[in-house]
């Protein structure tokens, strides 16, 4: 029986991060209500002229150069053709023959996936179908709202590999700050291109397109169908037909939607309203001067404090969580304590939203809770509990500590007194425990804590229980 292998590549829509629309001054924002952020410019009405905004073709630029792209002096935009309800003008401002950047790259499990080109466009509006009804409306706020087209190369041979790409990509989008990432709300979003063929040849089967997959578990469920699909097809007997194709959440499947177009199908040709854009060397040296370290230049700079990779590859999954991170480090200086209490702790408070996020407490009051603990001040328990009260009350870490008593008990004369009530009122563990059962040293320790409260220092603790339990 032949055997077939998949062969992927991934086309993807990056809304670029800007106040305003591509060619006209009507805001970006989601969620607004339907049809109140537009314009004649991006409806497309006679006689309304576009007008390029600049800080959307920076955006390109940085996103082209976060993606190993080259970036060139001349593009030009042109007109693609074609008609849909949500596409006020029957055509998009896209670039086609001369883009913005091609020939980059990313790396994902050891192995290159090439990225053929990055190039701006414009978005199309969004029809909304009723359900129920034999009704669709159109919402024209998402028209003209700028985007960088990513397109991959045919070099992505799994579904789980396709995830990978996608999760490393968006995560270089986010720390270049050129897109949000959100894909629920529609401002990353994906077209996948796939096809099998017989295991040890080089051409490439007959391609299918799975449009508009908005989160990276839909990519990989929707691939492992199609892939399925196509391979059930082919070793039938039967054939694959070129078509684009929709994912259906409900059902894990894809579904037919259209036959699949081809460049010619679109009457590309330059936009006679714009002129072709010059790039000047020295703005892209800027740009690329002001792009921040990586994610995975963070994360190899936290491996080399000791951390682990799970550490940084949590730390690093958002920018913000690591600017918070290194915000503490830098005035508490001990690592793995820092890494630990922002995973366990911080993060369980914290909401991600975008480009942005919103932390419970400063990272200097963090800091001043974790100064609290290496001083022997109080216990990790109890910093816990000061956490809490210092997102409920605004307090300081300091002032909490003293105004409820929670100052940790180190004084060997008092912890050998509850120590010693402790054993004295177990008799039979101690006995069991001078018997060989060293894991009842644990009940001791829980014992003791429960009585003062948790105020105990834990390493006093056991050195105290260890000399007494020998005796």
């Known amino acids: 029986m032949t055997e077939f292998e998949p062969v992927i590549g991934l086309e993807v829509h990056a809304q670029l991060h800007t106040a ?21 410019v991006c409806l497309g009405l006679p006689g309304a002229l576009p007008v390029l905004n600049r800080e959307a073709i920076d955006l390109a630029i940085r996103t082209a150069l976060v993606l190993g792209c080259e970036v060139h002096e001349r593009s030009v935009f042109a007109r693609k053709n074609y008609f849909y309800p949500d596409l006020p003008k029957g ?5 086609y023959e001369e883009p913005l950047s091609t020939n980059g790259a990313l790396e994902i499990g050891g192995r290159r996936a090439g990225i053929v080109r990055v190039h701006v466009e414009e978005d199309a509006g969004k029809s909304v179908h009723l359900a ?18 990513i397109v991959g190369a045919p070099d992505l041979l799994s579904p789980s590999e396709a995830a990978g790409y996608l999760r490393t990509m968006r995560l ?33 089967g007959t391609k299918v397109e799975i449009k ?4 990276v578990k839909h990519v990989e469920r929707a691939l492992e169908h199609e892939i399925a699909r196509q391979t059930a097809l082919l070793s039938t007997g039967g054939r694959v037909v ?10 894990g499947e894809t579904a037919p939607m259209r036959s699949k177009e081809d460049a010619h199908d679109y009457r590309y040709f330059p936009d006679p309203d714009l002129p072709p854009l010059h790039v000047d060397r020295r703005r892209v040296e800027a740009l690329h001067a002001g792009i921040p370290e990586l994610a995975p230049a963070k994360s190899a700079r936290y491996l080399g404090m000791g951390l682990s990779e799970y550490d940084a590859g949590v730390l690093t999954s958002h920018p913000r969580i690591a600017a918070f991170f290194e915000a503490v480090l830098h005035l508490h200086d001990d690592a793995k304590e820092v890494s630990n209490f922002v995973q366990t702790d911080v993060l369980r408070e914290t909401t991600l939203d975008g480009l942005g996020a919103k932390f419970s407490v400063s990272a ?27 997102i409920a009350t605004g307090r300081e870490p300091r002032d909490i500590v003293e105004a409820k008593g929670l100052e940790q008990v180190s004084d060997a004369a008092t912890l050998e007194a509850v120590v010693r009530r402790v054993v004295d009122a177990a008799p039979g563990q101690a006995v069991e425990y001078r018997a060989g059962k ?30 007494i339990l020998s005796e």
């Open 242 to 251: 070129q078509e684009t194709r929709l994912y259906r959440e409900a059902t």
């Open 212 to 215: 508009n997959l908005n989160s």
């Open 364 to 390: 200097e009051r963090v800091a001043a809770l974790l100064d609290l603990v290496r001083a022997g001040t109080i216990s990790r328990k109890i910093a816990k509990e000061v956490f809490a009260d210092v």
């Open 438 to 467: 060293a894991k009842l040293l644990a009940f001791f320790v829980g014992r003791v804590m429960k009585e003062t409260r948790g105020r105990a220092n834990p390493e006093r603790v056991n050195e105290i229980l260890l000399r």
């Open 91 to 95: 055509y998009q401002i896209s670039q």
């Open 132 to 149: 129920g009804r034999d009704v669709s409306l159109v919402d024209c706020n998402r028209a003209g709202v700028p985007l960088a087209e």
């Open 20 to 40: 305003t629309k591509l060619f006209c001054g009507c805001a970006t924002r989601f969620g607004d209500a339907p049809n109140v952020n537009v314009c004649p």
């Open 172 to 204: 270089r989008l986010l720390y270049a700050g050129v897109c949000d990432g959100n894909m629920e709300e529609g401002s990353l979003r994906c077209d996948a291109n796939v096809s099998v063929r017989p295991v040890g040849t080089a051409a490439l």
